[in-house]
C-alpha cells in the first residue's frame, strides 16, 4: 500500500495573452477544424514557450506550468514557493479545480479543500452563524458537519458575541477570524492554502500557523502550502518545492529547497539591475555591497541584524552643483520601508568637479526590517529634486529572520520593522 | 503494480475529459449548499428592501393592469371567455418563473466569477439554486394569483368564467418543465457568454421578444393564420396552454403537444449541461 496521496503527471497550463474575445471566433473554428477534423495538434499551443514575464515571447500562448511531476506523501506539509509568476497560483487553481490542466493529470486520493482565500462567499447581510454555515457549505462540508463543530468553530473565532450580528458590522479583524476558523475545522484529508495568513493580527496568525501544523503534524493530514514568507514555510512544512518560470526546480527538504530558491532568487534579482542615465552629466560604474568586509553582490542573503556596507563608484560628467544621491529601501510590494540620503549624515556636494571621480561608501547600522525580499534604488540628483541618474534594483536582498531575536516564531509578515526591545523585570 | 489504475484515486482531474463526463454525484454531495444559497438568496433579498416580499406581488399586478387596459380594452384581444385580469395574471405568473430562470441563470458565470475562482464546488449548483430560489418568488405570485380568483369566484364579470380543471394535478410537472427549460437556456447562454460577450444584450430583448411569441397576451385558440404553427413551435405555448387551462378552464394543448415541449426542453436542457459542464472547467480564465 503505497503512502502517495497526490499524484501529478506532465501537468500543464497554457494560458492565452492579449486580448480575449474579438476575433476568436474565427480561431476557435480554426482550432476546432484542425484538432478535430483533422486530428492534429493544436497549432495555438506552440511548445516551448517559457513563462518568462520580463521578455516577449512569439506566441500569444504562455505556459504558466510546464510539465510539473512530482508526488507527494500522507502526513507532509509541503511548501510552494518561487517568485512572483512562477506559476504557484496556477498550481493551486488546478489542484483546488477552479480551472482546469492543459495537459497532463493530477490524482488524489480522499477529500480536498483549498482555501485561497479566508470568507469566499460571505454574505455581508447573513450573521456570523448564518455565514458559518455558508461557508463551510462553500467548502464541501455537510450541513450535519458543520452542526456539530458549530460550538469549537465560535469558540476558535473569538467572536462568540457577535455571532448573531450580520458580519457586514464586523471589523476586517472579526471576519478574518470567523473565516479562518471555518476553514480551520475542514475535515479534508488534504488542504490546499494560499497566503490567506497574512491576515488578521500577529495573535490570531500564530493562531492559524499552530492550528495548521496541528493539523499536518498532529492528525496526518496533508497540507499543501503556498507562501512567499519563508519563515513561515519554514516552521509549518517539512518538505517544500521550488518552482521556476513554470517549471519545478527543486523538490526537497524544505531547508534546501529555501536555500535552492533564495540563490535562485538572487541570481535573478542581480541581473535585474537597470541604470538609467537620464541627463548624461554623471555614470555610475559600479555598485558593491560588503558584509563583514566581504563582497556579496550579487549573492545576498541577509540576516537580521547584519550591517552592509555599500560601495558606489561614479564618475560626474560634467560639474555638478549641489549633487545629491538617495537610496529608498522598498519591500516585496514596492513599498518604501527607508529612504536614506547623503544630508542625513552631513556630507554635501556642493560643487562636483568635469571628470572627477568618486569612491563611497554607505554603512548601515543593524538592518532591522521584517524579514522579506528587499530592493534597494539608487538615485543621483541636483538638490534632492532634478534626476540625474537612478539604478533601480541596485541591490537585492533576503533578509532572515536571525537569532538578533529570540523568538522562534515568525515575525508577523505585516511588521514592517523589527523593533529591538530589552525586557526587564524590576 | 496498479499506481497507474485510475481507480486507486479518489479524484483525477485532466486536461481532456469527454463531454459527457458530468459529476452529478458531487452535485448530489453538495446538496446542502443547494439550500444555502437559496436562503441566502431569500434573506439578502428580504433584509435589502423595506418593502420585502411585496415587492413580488407589485410587477405582476401592474402588468396585469397595463395588459388589461392596453390589449383587453385597446386592442380588445379575446382572453378566451376568462375574466382579462386573470388571464393576464395567469399567464405572467407562469411566465416570469420562466423568464427568471433564464435570464438569472444566463449571468451565472459573469455573476459568480468572484466565488467560481476562488473555490471548488460543482458549478451546477449555481443555476440549481436560482431555480430553486425563483420557486419562493413563483409561491408568492401563485398565492396572487389565487387570491384574485377567489376574488372574481365571490365577483364574477359578465360574460365571462372560469373553473379550476382535473389539469391542476399536473401542476407541479408544468413547473418542472418550466424550469428545465428556462435552466437549459439559460446554462447555454451563460457558457457561450464567457467567450462572447454579445448575446448578453440579447438575452433582455429576446426574452421580451419571445414572450409575445408566447400565448401571454392572447389565447393560442385567438389565432388562426398562418402564424399558429410558428407560436405552436415556441415549447412554452404548450406549457402556458396547459397551465392556463389548470386554472381558468381555457387552453389550447394536446397530449402531443405536450410531448413535444418535454422533449424540446429535455434536448435543450441535456445540451445545455453539457456546454455548461465543458465550460466550468476553464471559464476563469477567460472571463
Redesign the interface.
Known sequence: M?NIVI?VENL?KA??LGQ??TG??SR?VERFFITKVLGKEDPFLKIGETNDRSTKGTSDIVWSLKDINFEINKGDAVGIIGKNGAGKSTLL????????????????????A?L??VG??F?P??SGK?NI??NG???????KEITQKLDEIIDFSGVERYIDT?VKRYSSGMYVRLAFAVAAHLESEILVVDEVLAVGDAEFQKKCLGKMSEISRGEGRTVLFVSHNMSAVKSLCNKAMVLENGMLKYQGAVEESIAVYSKNFEESLAQNAKHYNVQHKINCFEVGVFLHNKKIFPNATLLLGDKITIQLQFQALESIFDLSIAMDILNIHEELVAHVTNEDDGMYFSKVEKNESFNLEITTRELLFSPGIYSINIWFGVGQQETLYTIKNAFNFVLEQSDYTKRTKAIPQQSKVYLHTNWLQK | MLQNNDSNWDLVIKGRTSLFDIKFKDVWAYRDLLFMFVKRDFVSFYKQTVLGPLWFFIQPIFTTLVFTFVFGNLANISSDGTPHQLFYLTGITAWNYFSDCLTKTSTVFKDNAGIFGKVYFPRLIMPLSIVVSNLVRFGVQLVLLLLMMIYFALFPVENASFYITHAIWFFPFLVLLMALLGLGLGLIITAITTKYKDLTFLVTFGVQLLMYGTTIIYPLSYINTSYKKYIELNPMTPIVECFRYAFLGKGEFSVYSITYSVVVSLIILFFGIVIFNKTEKNFVDTI
Not at chain 1, 492543459?102 to 480522499?110: H, L, N, R
Not at chain 1, 457549505?137 to 450541513?143: E, H
Open positions: 503505497s499524484k500543464s494560458y492565452q480575449i474575445g476568436t471566433i476557435d487553481k488546478l489542484l483546488s479545480r477552479i480551472t482546469g490542466p492543459t495537459a497532463g493529470s493530477i490524482k488524489v486520493k480522499g477529500r480536498i483549498s485561497l482565500e469566499t462567499g454574505h447581510e447573513l448564518e454555515y455558508l457549505a462553500i467548502l464541501g462540508m455537510r450541513k450580520p
